[in-house]
């Protein structure tokens, strides 16, 4: 039986471009694999009725979440503060992707040798409307950022340049004195002769799945929601846990079933199997070996770890509840 609209979860990703490779490459690895759809910038998730994806520029995918056109987004952090004024009434963001990385940066001239922080900025944007009365111009395309960044550091006597080109050339071509805009490697702003301020970083960005509070969620869509996070929960928890794999002792110095030292034991026979974190192997292991094990201690990857908490699914919850 087909679903109505309204029951469906409706799922934006990026249309093109490299974000729109990550993104489905990140869907997939958590077992979410995208299928295209008979219609143009449509498609669903294997398996999951109750979801159809939309395809979406990015910056359009922000725009649906604050409208509510979209239950669930996949885009940059940078884009959903910029174009979202008051983000956190309109978005919460679930869970942050490991891609996607950029910063958004107040960058100035290298030649400025005296100038690294805002508040040396703020100097020079007071002299520099003494002298040349007129403001000091900030190229950038982040208009909302700039504004409240630059508000928070008590900085007034300045004009945004609303850039419509390549930001970082702003300045060598007399267009603005300085710029705010986006960076990976900081290898751009170097080549143009720019350097970013001590503390000039506005937003260290990424790209986020996001829900959109003014959606209208239904019980098929809230359900279809936690489904498609429990996924994304045990992948991202896989992605961060290894399996020791040990044989126990005749003695039986572990349990068939518990957690010891903070790490959940499974004991079959002689062998027993631990659930770690990453950076908790080290301790695990000394565990097993103040327990008599001896011999090697395997571990392994996991694909999926379904805990029974589902940390993306809780902060919708939570933001959801009146």
């Known amino acids: ?84 004024p008051q983000a956190d009434k309109f978005v919460v963001l679930l869970q942050p992707l490991g891609f996607g990385f950029a910063d958004v940066v107040v960058a100035v001239p290298r030649a400025w040798i005296d100038v690294s922080t805002m508040a040396d900025l703020d100097d020079v944007c007071t002299a520099f409307h003494a002298r040349h009365h007129r403001r000091l111009r900030i190229a950038t395309k982040y208009l909302t950022l700039t504004r409240n960044f630059f508000a928070a550091h008590g900085i007034a006597d300045y004009r945004i340049v609303e850039s ?41 960005s990424q790209a986020q799945l996001a829900a959109s509070l003014e959606a209208e969620w239904s019980e098929a869509a809230l359900a279809a929601a936690g489904r498609i996070c429990a996924r994304i929960a045990a992948r991202e928890l896989a992605r961060a846990s290894y399996i020791l794999r040990a044989t126990m002792p005749s003695s039986g110095a572990l349990p068939a079933a518990l957690d010891v030292g903070g790490f959940s034991v499974i004991r079959e026979g002689g062998a027993a199997s631990v659930l770690c974190r990453r950076e908790d192997l080290p301790r695990a292991v000394g565990l097993l070996r ?21 940390p993306p699914f809780a902060r919708l919850t939570a933001a959801l509840k009146p």
């Open 1 to 84: 039986m087909l679903r109505g609209a309204a029951d469906m979860l409706r799922f934006a990703i990026p249309s093109k471009g490299r974000l729109q490779e990550q993104v489905a490459a990140w869907l997939d690895d958590a077992g979410l694999r995208m299928v295209a759809g008979v219609r143009d910038y449509r498609g669903s998730i294997a398996g999951e009725q109750a979801c159809e994806i939309q395809l979406m520029s990015s910056a359009e995918i922000a725009a649906a979440l604050a409208s509510g056109d979209v239950h669930f987004g996949i885009t940059g952090e940078d884009l959903i503060r910029e174009n979202i």
């Open 164 to 204: 419509l080109g390549a930001t970082e050339g702003a300045p060598a071509a007399g267009v603005a004195e300085a710029i705010v805009d986006i960076t990976t490697t900081g290898a751009t702003l170097a080549a143009n002769e720019l350097k970013v301020l001590d503390d000039g970083v506005i937003l260290k």
């Open 290 to 310: 103040e327990r008599g094990v001896k011999g090697a201690i395997a571990a392994e990857r996991v694909d999926y770890v379904f805990a029974e908490s589902n």
